[in-house]
């Protein structure tokens, strides 16, 4: 399975800014997804991200709040846009192999 | 949609055997996942079954039977260590021939000496 590096690992932001989050994964894949997590929760699909193609988004989720970028087969961003204290939360991104899926170490993100 | 049931919490002492059940009901059905999560942690990837049967790995073994929609995660052997959230996923093919994850709730388990 891939390894994935996902930055920034935290971060305290102001209402109404943006927040862009990275993943790096060490080797190619074709599909990665965006998931949210409030502490003590599940994880909530936001989208899938295929590269070359516009994401998919779950219901509840929309383009204009979390864009995405997927520029080529190791590399996606997530984009937290016009953040408020609800958009606090810790935000994943994983790649899909064979059987499951491995996750980046996280971010999290409180909104004040 | 999918929705996915499995217990909230279970407490078990080291050296216990415990099973965390998950049912589930989604369309376009295609495997179940079990996740292991340490707090503060990332989901780590435990098993996978795509089809009916047991799977097994170490200590860990998972079920699925795909007419009950049923699935289960047993931990053999308790360790203090395998105190965690444990969440069940359901492999979903969607509109888009994606295959998807989509996850439980999870269950707390408390591994007590």
């Known amino acids: 399975s891939a390894v994935i590096s996902q930055k920034p690992s935290r971060d305290i932001c102001q209402r109404g800014t943006s927040l862009t989050i990275q993943c790096q994964v060490d080797?190619?894949?074709?599909?990665m997804f965006w998931y949210r997590q409030q502490p003590g929760q599940s994880l909530t699909l936001i989208a899938t991200a295929n590269q070359g193609s516009e994401a998919t988004y779950e219901s509840g989720f929309v383009i204009d709040k979390f864009p995405i970028s997927r520029p080529n087969l190791t590399f996606s961003t997530l984009t937290v846009s016009n953040m408020s204290p609800e958009d606090s939360s810790i935000y994943l991104c994983?790649?899909?192999?064979?059987?499951?899926?491995?996750f980046g170490s996280g971010t999290r993100l409180t909104v004040v | 949609g999918q929705s996915l049931e499995q217990p909230s919490e279970v407490t078990a002492v080291e050296g216990a055997i415990v099973q965390i059940n998950c049912t589930y009901q989604t369309s376009g059905f295609y495997g179940l996942s079990w996740y292991q999560q340490h707090d503060g942690g990332a989901p780590t990837f435990l098993s996978y079954n795509g089809l009916d049967g047991l799977e097994e790995t170490g200590r860990f073994s998972s079920f699925l039977s795909r007419s009950d929609s049923y699935g289960y995660l047993l931990l053999q052997e308790l360790q203090m260590k395998d105190s965690a959230s444990y969440f069940c996923a359901v492999r979903d093919r969607g509109e888009r021939n994606f295959n998807k994850f989509y996850f439980g709730s999870g269950t707390k388990l408390n591994v007590k000496p």
């Open positions: 994983s790649a899909s192999w064979a059987d499951g899926y491995t």
């Open positions: 080797s190619q894949v074709t599909m």
